[in-house]
């Protein structure tokens, strides 16, 4: 039985990978900075929540006690500000939790990590291109990628991989508060604003998590052994 840890697990994309691996028989462990929501998520599911902040390296050193066989870097979030009004604070928050907090993950996981490991970090469209409106997304996401191309390439003959899984606007509690800001921003209904956030996914909708789940399977599978240093868009053709 493989073991697997998910970071940001208790909700949105980060629950939908923890179930996809304890369903298919997998010991997954998920960390959250509320054990509320992270016991809530593992509730009925052979889930071991655990309390843990990816921005504390004490933390996050704590949690590799055992080795994991499949990493998943997922917690994130980001300020939206354009980069006049993006304050020192809320850039250096952003960066921490994404891509530092990556980081810290990884290189604590390959301390202990046995060959045919999975490193995996979901990033974002926005490591692929810009946005204007979320500048240090951007730019934590970006690093998130060069993160993951240098680290693919230092593990490669230890028979580890590394890769980045890059949504577009997926369903989740985030594209939802995006949606009531936009409704409440430019004085829309909610299919009004639901077509502007979905307006760059050429499909016309929002990634069901589900979707980025089964890719994470895949990329954990002997099947994806080659597979390393790779960004794979899960966008409906945006990028």
Known sequence: MRRILVTGGGTGIGKSIAYAFADAGDA???????????????????????????????????????PYDVVIANAG?????????????????????????????????LRTMPAGGRLIAI????ALKGNPSVPAYVAAKHGVLGLVRAVSLDVAKADITCNAI???????????????????????????????????????RLIDPQ??????????SEGAASINGHALSISGGEI
């Open 123 to 126: 990033a974002s469209t926005a």
């Open 77 to 109: 979030g980001g300020a939206q500000a354009k980069i006049r009004d993006l304050s020192l604070d809320d850039w250096n928050a952003v960066l921490d939790v994404n891509l530092t907090g990556t980081f810290l993950v990884f290189r604590e996981a």
């Open 28 to 66: 997954v462990t998920i960390t959250g900075r509320r054990p509320d929501v992270l016991e809530a998520a593992a509730e009925g599911r052979a889930i071991t929540p655990r309390v843990a902040d990816v921005t504390d390296e004490e933390q996050i050193t704590a949690l590799f006690e055992i």
């Open 211 to 220: 979707e980025i789940a089964a890719t994470a399977l895949f990329l954990a």
């Open 166 to 204: 890059c949504p577009g606007f997926t369903d989740t509690d985030l594209a939802d508060t995006a949606i009531t800001g936009l409704m409440t921003r430019f004085d829309v209904d909610r299919a009004k604003a639901t077509k502007m956030v979905t307006s760059a996914n050429p499909q016309g």
